[in-house]
């Protein structure tokens, strides 16, 4: 039996070795975790600030720091 158990990478369960063939040395995901990174790399840009946290930036500045600023981004129309 195998003393380190491998664990996947995205949700920390341990790895089963497959029946059919001999890829267990080089698997880090199981395949639901793999299909799941798969689908949030495809839909990214509407999970990236729900799922992952990340905030919009305007020329490198979040919200937050634009609207503290004392000379905040002014748009003008003619």
């Known amino acids: 039996m195998d003393n380190n158990p491998k664990l996947c990478k995205l949700c920390g369960k341990k790895l089963r070795k497959f029946r059919i ?3 267990y ?3 880090v995901y199981h395949k639901k975790c793999f299909e ?3 689908n949030d790399v495809k839909n990214y840009h509407l999970v990236a600030f ?3 946290g990340h ?3 305007y020329h490198g500045k979040t ?3 634009i609207i503290e600023d004392p000379n905040p981004l002014v748009v003008t129309f003619d």
Do not use: A, G, M, Q
């Open 25 to 27: 040395h080089n698997r």
């Open 36 to 38: 799941e990174i798969c």
């Open 50 to 52: 729900t799922k992952y």
């Open 55 to 57: 905030e919009k930036r």
């Open 21 to 23: 063939s001999n890829e």
């Open 63 to 65: 919200k937050d720091e």
